[in-house]
């Protein structure tokens, strides 16, 4: 079955990076987009961005252009997200979830990212 | 930018038809989906491409979406229904959810 599997939380200093990873198995990893989305406490969900784990090829929203970086590395089935320049107001919920079509049908468990000095 | 945008909340009583609504621009021209958020748990999709249920979601999630407004709608509203509601759709190559609608049955 589909599983996404995402790396443990992370309590950071405003001002560091934060990398959070998907480790994907159960499908043929390069066949689908990984997306990343976050949750603040008390915000809803807002979508950072995508990779195309074959190609490498990226989409980000306007407000992380600059301050994020998607990777992959295919050996390993394993999607990354980096966030740079964290502020408080990146604490939040991270999830990785595939594309499937235009919908986002299998999520990882989230990752908490805490930013705090 | 794409704006979606929903109701803070919906209230329903258990048994009755709950429905939570999506405004965009245009929006029938796009396919959308909806998702169920509960406290502590990793969002689910319940509806894709408007009006499909993933398998092993109930029947009594349903969807429409025409001219600037989809619908989610719940039918025989359970107590395990409460919870959080993003709708979703692409702008480009962008994904665009909804606010949220918190759904409480009461």
């Known amino acids: 079955q589909v599983q996404l599997v995402q790396s443990g939380a992370e309590v950071k200093k405003p001002g560091a990076s934060v990398k959070v990873s998907c480790k994907a198995s159960?499908?043929?990893?390069?066949?689908?987009?990984i997306n990343w989305v976050r949750q603040a406490p008390g915000q809803g969900l807002e979508w950072i961005g995508r990779?195309?784990?074959?190609?490498?090829?990226?989409n980000y929203a306007q407000k992380f252009q600059g301050r994020v970086s998607m990777t992959r590395d295919t050996s390993v089935t394993t999607a990354y997200m980096e966030l740079s320049r964290l502020r408080s107001d990146d604490t939040a919920v991270y999830y990785c979830?595939?594309?499937?079509?235009?919908?986002?049908?299998?999520w990882g468990q989230g990752t908490l990212v805490t930013v705090s000095p | 930018s794409y704006e979606l945008t929903q109701p803070p909340s919906v209230s329903v009583s258990p048994g009755q038809t709950a429905s939570i609504t999506c405004s965009g621009d245009k929006l029938g021209d796009e396919y959308v989906c909806w998702y169920q958020l509960r406290p502590g748990q990793s969002p689910v999709l319940v509806i894709y491409q408007d009006i499909n249920r993933p398998s092993g979601i109930p029947e009594r999630f349903s969807g429409s979406n025409s001219g600037n407004t989809a619908t989610l709608t719940i039918s025989g509203t359970q107590a395990m229904d409460e919870g959080d509601y993003y709708c979703q759709a692409w702008d480009s190559s962008i994904v665009v959810f909804g606010g949220g609608t918190k759904l409480t049955v009461l």
């Open positions: 979830a595939r594309n499937g079509g235009q919908w986002l049908g299998a």
């Open positions: 159960g499908y043929t990893f390069t066949g689908y987009f």
């Open positions: 990779i195309n784990p074959n190609s490498g090829g990226t």
